[in-house]
């Protein structure tokens, strides 16, 4: 295509191309401290592409193709072309990827061990993994953990994060602009802004950790935890996987050791220091 970048996000290698500067040159910029190899093979292609050539010019309309593409998509608007980027991006590793197991969950780490959160959108997962990454943790990722099959090892995928709504303003208080991408206003999803990992999470990103927590969490309500027993965990997990199905008997042995080995709590909580909160209570009994 005629603008186009290569990024690398954990193991997977992106080629991305696009009838448009613009998106090319937003990503450029959010993954500016990331590692390029342009001799590796693209393990994933994105394509933001106009369905007519006038499209490029009059009313600019991005649609999202690649490797994988979902038929019905509606295009998005140029001014949200770095949005339809970042969705191509997650598409494709959502419905290619077959090397690790996926689960739609962020995660933090530390001293070697890994707090996986997951949750439905608006469950405050990803807010509370890129607050944490702020602080003594390293952000592994807020899209999709991914899961060893062999090993069993949480590998992370730290793309730019997506803060959402009343999350943007919380966490630019806590960090310089430089780290932040554009606001896009009014998406389908609302106010998106998106921040770029700490570079110490960048370097580290190659580094698998040993899950030591499974969290769900809520946003919303009284603080509370409830431990949950291996079966509940294992059916949450297998609605958060898009390839569960397809790993077939390596992916159901992965999730079965997972719920075996990492103890699972729901979790609820008003605001993000209270859920931070939590999850430091809740690692500190589990590495002890």
Not at 161 to 178: G, M, Q, T, Y
Not at 256 to 264: E, F, H, I, Q
Request: proline share 8%; charged share 25%; net charge neutral.
């Amino acid at each position: 295509m005629r603008h186009r970048t290569r990024i690398a996000v954990g193991p997977v290698q992106f080629r991305i191309g696009s009838d448009w500067a613009p998106p090319i040159a937003a990503l450029k910029r959010l993954y500016a401290g990331y590692p390029r190899d342009t001799d590796r093979p693209a393990d994933a292609t994105v394509r933001l592409f106009a369905a007519r050539p006038w499209r490029r010019w009059l009313r600019p309309s991005v649609h999202i193709g690649g490797d994988f593409i979902v038929p019905d998509a509606l295009p998005l608007p140029l001014s949200m072309g770095l949005l339809a980027a970042e969705m191509g991006m997650n598409l494709q590793v959502a419905l290619g990827w077959r090397r690790h197991m996926l689960l739609h969950a962020s995660a933090v780490a530390k001293d070697g061990r890994a707090v996986i959160l997951s949750g439905e959108s608006g469950s405050g997962k990803s807010t509370l993994a890129a607050l944490l990454g702020e602080g003594d943790w390293r952000l592994m990722g807020d899209e999709f953990t991914l899961v060893d099959p062999g090993s069993g090892d949480a590998l992370a995928f730290p793309r730019a994060v997506s803060l959402k709504n009343e999350a943007i303003a919380e966490v630019e208080a806590r960090v310089d602009p430089a780290r932040l991408g554009p606001l896009l206003a009014g998406t389908p999803k609302g106010d998106i802004r998106h921040l770029i990992p700490r570079a110490d999470a960048i370097a580290a990103m190659h580094e698998p950790v040993r899950p030591a927590l499974l969290l769900f969490p809520r946003f919303g309500g009284e603080p509370a935890i409830e431990r949950i027993g291996e079966g509940e965990a294992f059916v949450r997990l297998t609605e958060a996987s898009t390839n569960y199905i397809a790993l077939g008997e390596a992916g159901f042995a992965a999730l079965t050791r997972l719920v075996r080995d990492t103890p699972a709590f729901t979790i609820s909580y008003p605001d993000s220091a209270s859920g931070m909160t939590i999850v430091e209570q809740l690692w500190t009994e589990a590495v002890r």
